[in-house]
């Protein structure tokens, strides 16, 4: 198990360079973009407020997960760190998003029996030498202190190459991504990812459980990506 702890750049906020005991101070923190206003069950940020709001895709196309939670939008720096963390291995940044994670699950009072984290296909896991979902697993285990596992789920396809299918064979394909290992006998499991951007990943590896006979699967992600050409005031746009 990788882990971030062998990180010796504590002592100073990572984006202002103040003194701080954190690796983001609390003003940085609080500058951060939330994802406060969004699809019930998707996450997808929404630009006007709405009580009780679902988007036209979860309600065209009713998706197996019961809820994403995503507490940031996928925008600089959260996306910045998470690629560092995905990319160059900067774990320290896995540490603070699956911690960041954990305590927006807590503030919000979510639970389940169980956290899966979304696998990656095993090239592309020997490709990257970890799975990210499943270093955010471990730390969000840790914050809520809620069991994790990796037996559960296999990922068999990429799901890649979609171009120039129909939706109906794009779906398939989606949804023979996914092969449930062994069925927890739990009633909810919270699949861990770190991006949501589509939601086509999360809709397939909730349908395996649920047709696995998980009665209630949820989604839980560090970021959602909005849908272009959504607006929103950002750090950038506003300096
Ligand atoms: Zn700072
Ligand atoms: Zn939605």
Sequence with gaps: MLS????????????CGVSS??????????????????????????????????CGECLRNPPSFSQIFAPFIYQSPVRDWISQFKYQRALHWG???GTELGQAVQAQQLTVDLIVPVPLHAARLCQRGFNQSAELAHWVS??????????????????????????????????????VLQTPAVQS??????????????????????????????????????????????AETMS
């Design 4 to 15: 971030g702890l062998d990180w010796l750049g504590a002592g100073c906020c990572q984006v």
């Design 21 to 54: 005991a954190h690796t983001v101070c609390a003003l940085c923190d609080a500058e951060l973009l939330r994802n406060q206003q969004a699809c019930q069950q998707c996450a997808v940020p929404l630009e006007q407020a709405a009580d009780a709001m679902l």
């Design 95 to 97: 540490r603070w998003l």
């Design 142 to 179: 840790q914050q809520v202190q809620i069991p994790w596992r990796t037996n559960i789920l296999q990922r068999i396809h990429q799901g890649v190459g979609q171009q120039g299918l129909s939706r109906r064979e794009r779906q398939r394909n989606m949804r023979r991504q996914f092969r």
């Design 189 to 234: 499991i919270a699949l861990l990812d770190d991006v949501v951007t589509t939601g086509a990943t999360a809709r397939a590896a909730a349908q395996a459980l649920r047709r696995a006979g998980v009665p209630r699967v949820v989604v839980w992600a560090v970021a959602r990506t909005p849908k272009p050409n959504t607006s929103f005031i950002t």
